[in-house]
């Protein structure tokens, strides 16, 4: 164990709202779920927004606001789920990368115990928000916990754990379809897959910061396989995204006020893969953490056209 007497997490952004305003009991848990660094349940919300939009533009209905809201709340409480049970796993893991050895508990501040009793609490609250929906949105909701289940796993097996988080972290694209239509379609899948190949380009960059320390202890990820090649893989995944995002807009009937608008994201993500610096952490997650307005944009795109 790596005793942290300051109790704060290393990569997380220094004067956060946990660190400064959160009671002394609470820190752990709420770093645990990594609410000290919002972009990891924002990432989780955006695919259902652009759920929502999408549908909104393919039925010509009202974009649901109220649902945007379960949303919002739902990926807070399973993102913060889904990372309590990563710490449970890779503890071990932890313990040897500098920039998680810090966390709550590689660093000694919650047993293993206490952060199972976290998991659960978060799980339900989770629950809470999914049966706000209709019943095939709820069992849609609970099959994506198989993926949440398997991907601590996929580092330790495979060089492609971001495809296994893609799978997951996608899922509000289908779910948020699903809440809406009470069935899954076309459009759907194809925003689906789009999300998958963002993730796999996102998490890249995310996994640049852990390279030399994933390389000595045995842990893969698609930035090991990549190597010097990352701004070329990234590329391809991105683009990918862009065009799998195109091809379900078009599918939903979107006009010209969505792909003008669209336009940004896909600026977004080439300045993303324009800018990339395979050996600077800082930039790396700088570029990753940009994907928050990348998302907002896409949102908005929707939501703009669905009024037209």
């Known amino acids: 164990m790596h005793e942290n007497t300051q109790g704060t997490v290393a990569d997380a952004p220094k004067g956060n709202w946990v660190d400064r305003y959160a009671p002394a009991y609470a820190k752990p848990y709420l770093r645990m779920s990594r609410l000290d660094r919002p972009i990891g349940y924002q990432l989780l919300f955006w695919p259902c927004a652009f759920a929502l939009g ?11 606001w109220w649902h945007l809201v379960l949303f919002f709340i739902g990926a807070i409480a399973m993102r913060g789920a889904g990372c309590t049970f990563n710490d449970i796993v890779d503890r071990d893991i932890d313990d040897k990368v500098a920039r998680t050895r810090s966390r709550p508990i590689p660093s000694g501040q919650v047993s293993v115990k206490q952060a199972a009793v976290w998991l659960v609490a978060q799980s339900l609250v989770g629950l809470a928000v999914l049966i706000q929906f209709n019943g095939f949105a709820i069992i849609l909701g609970i099959a994506s916990l198989v993926l949440v289940a398997i991907y601590p796993f996929m580092k330790r097996v495979t060089y492609w754990p971001q495809l296994f988080l893609g799978l997951a972290f996608s899922w509000g694209a289908l779910l948020g379809w699903a809440t809406e239509t009470g ?18 380009g996102y998490d890249t960059i995310y996994a640049l910061q852990d390279v030399e320390d994933d390389a000595l202890i045995g842990v893969k990820s698609t930035a090991r396989l990549a190597g010097n090649n990352v701004r070329p893989f990234v590329a391809l995944f991105y683009g990918l995204a862009a065009i799998l995002w195109g091809v379900a807009a078009l599918m939903a009937g979107a006009g010209a006020v969505f792909f003008v608008l669209f336009l940004a994201t896909v600026a977004m993500l080439a300045w993303q893969v324009v800018t990339i610096e ?27 056209e669905g009024l037209f």
Do not use: D, E, Q
């Open 183 to 200: 069935t899954l379609g076309w459009p759907a899948a194809i925003l689906y897959l789009g999300c998958i190949a963002w993730t796999i």
């Open 54 to 64: 999408l549908v909104s533009v393919a039925t010509g209905s009202a974009f649901n």
């Open 278 to 304: 395979r050996t600077n952490g800082a930039r790396s997650l700088m570029l990753f953490k940009s994907n928050h307005w990348l998302g907002a944009a896409l949102t908005a795109a929707f939501v703009i």
